[in-house]
């Protein structure tokens, strides 16, 4: 009987666990970043493929974006961070959570394009039939070809990949970018786009039905988005007297509700409203000449709606 207690004790246990993937690459840094506004204090050495978190109920490890939707879909994993992209590549059936769209960081949209050299003929999709393209989304460049009617050969690049078109390995390229600059230095030039992708936050089918794991996912979901909504902005505080409310209130009309609370002193407000932070520096002084008093700039890290 003992026994049998101790077992299911350590099912529970080992059912109370989210099994979190998290991009190793291109992606880690800014994911770790968001993490940190979002609440957790989470951290790897570099040789370690998995994170330490402060919530004992979340065990993270790291994984390529190319192939976290398998894992989440499989089970393997409760839920993780990738692209759109390696979710349309994979053919994964995910639960999408949120976009994770993180301003000044690596977590931007993104483009898949397809490029050829600026001296090709070639203007269109409809030009690539009977060609040789090279990219890392195998399966979804076939997809958008079939769909187009175009009969072309597809190989998986493993790198370098603008290398091969310049050097005629292949005759066009499917590439990821985001302002065509890098695309533009090698002397190429973007035809089509096959897809745009943000960065997504997934979770498996079966996991996200499970009441105690849909609740930890929404949760996780609600501070993310709060650590994303807070990029980019900063609290700003003063006091006001009352004859020069109107005036400050002019001033600050264009953003969101600013607060409006009573101070201990006669005649006086405290006024706090969150603004984007690169207004900050031509507010502050139109503030200050409209009345307003003890001015306070702080930092954001998470922003709910």
Do not use: H
């Not at 049998?4 to 998290?22: C, D, P, Q, S, Y």
């Not at 930890?216 to 009352?242: H, R, S, T």
């Not at 609370?261 to 932070?277: D, F, M």
Request: glycine share 6%; hydrophobic share 40%.
């Amino acid at each position: 009987m003992y026994n049998e207690r101790k077992r299911n004790m350590k099912m529970k246990k080992n059912n109370n666990i989210l099994k979190f993937g998290l991009p190793k690459g291109s992606l880690q840094e800014s994911t770790f970043k968001m993490l940190r506004k979002a609440g957790f204090n989470i951290s790897v050495s570099s040789r370690s493929y998995f994170p330490s978190i402060d919530d004992n109920e979340i065990e993270c490890v790291l994984l390529r974006a190319q192939e976290m939707s398998r894992y989440v879909e499989q089970g393997a994993l409760d839920c993780g961070i990738t692209g759109n992209d390696w979710i349309l590549e994979n053919g994964s059936k995910v639960e999408k959570i949120a976009d994770l769209v993180y301003a000044k960081q690596s977590l931007m949209p993104v483009r898949w394009v397809f490029a050829v050299p600026e001296s090709s003929s070639m203007r269109s999709v409809r030009d690539l039939k009977g060609k040789l393209i090279a990219t890392e989304l195998v399966n979804a460049t076939k997809k958008f070809l079939k769909k187009k009617k175009v009969n072309a050969e597809v190989e998986f690049s493993w790198g370098a990949t603008e290398v091969k078109v310049a050097s005629n390995l292949v005759d066009a390229i499917v590439e990821l970018t985001e302002t065509g600059r890098s695309l533009r230095a090698n002397k190429l030039r973007i035809i089509d786009t096959l897809c745009t992708s943000t960065t997504q936050f997934i979770a498996n089918k079966s996991s996200y039905k499970n009441s105690w794991k849909k609740e930890k996912i929404n949760n996780l979901k609600l501070l993310l988005n709060g650590a994303i909504a807070a990029e980019g902005k900063v609290g700003l505080k003063m006091n006001v007297c009352d004859k020069n409310l109107n005036k400050l209130l002019k001033v600050v009309s264009a953003l969101r509700n600013p607060t409006i609370s009573k101070l201990s002193k006669p005649g006086w407000v405290a006024l706090e409203v969150v603004i984007n932070e690169s207004i900050v520096r031509k507010i502050i002084p139109s503030l200050k000449a409209n009345g307003a008093e003890g001015i306070i700039e702080y930092a954001l890290n998470k922003l709910i709606y």
